[in-house]
């Protein structure tokens, strides 16, 4: 915080004539005149040891010092009024000379309420103290602890611990209860266990007689149906023996039929393609030269040897065989040499 008062602010930095900044400046004299005089009785104070009288000094300052705040600012309020220029040069006088004030308000604020602000702190300790040791029962936020006095607080203290272990004492009873309940319980429980697996095992032997009874009949159906489906599958397979026969037979007769007419198609066709080539073969030789005609017929004797189980008579086709091709190809050459 400053330690003197400044009192001039510069009047052209705000386009002011100084005369003008003069009346202005006068208008605050008289409270920055008790200003200073007030702040000689804040230097010494503040420097003084803190006592229940120096408090009560520094309230009485604090508040006189408001009252010059106050007039500070209804001159800022009259003077402001004349033209904006002027009000800016009274913003800057207002500011420049109610900080320090503020100032040592705030420091003697601080002086005046040392005291209240111990107290205070006193009691928040005091309750953190206290919530630390009712904790441990009870919510502390349920009681006013910093402003209870000590004997109400170790009454309440007791009292919560008293209920708190009376507490203790009904849960480990209502345990203990508890405990024997579900022995009682678990006890009642294996015996119907038991019961019911002694019920169980005679169903289950009455069961197994019913089931050994069912398993009879029903072997003897089953038995009966498989005899009867036997007898069904020797008659259904003589039946389809029969008629398959028949339709194998059928299926010969058609196969037959049709191969038959197939070979009769196959050779009239063959036939028919035969005397066309021979006619067209006959017609080209009938007018080809003399020479070619030759050769065709040459060519035309075709033989081929015919299939012989006999070793020794297929030796002796095969000889002919060569020496007829031997024929053909001699006659050939004959045609060549008489050209």
Known sequence: METAIQLTVNPQEFGLEVIKAEE??????PKIIEREALYQIYSQLITQEITVESCKEAGDLRKKLAKVRTAISD???TEKAYSLAYGRYVDALKNKNTLPIEQMEEKLSEMEKFFENKERERILQLKSDRAALLSKYTEPSLFQLGEMSQEAFDQLLNGQKLAFEAKVEADKKAEAERVEAERIAKEEREQIRIDNERLKLEADARERELKAE?????????????????????SDKKAAALQAEQDAKLKAERDAREKLESENKARIESEAKERKRVEAENKKAAAAPDRVKLVLWINSMNAGLVEISDPELSAIGADILNKFNSFKVWALNQLEEKK
Do not use: G, L, P
């Open 24 to 29: 202005i400046q006068n208008a605050f004299t």
């Open 75 to 77: 001159v800022h309020k």
């Open 214 to 234: 069912r398993d009879s009949r029903e072997k003897e159906r089953k038995d009966a149906e498989e005899k009867a489906r036997m007898e069904r599958e020797v």
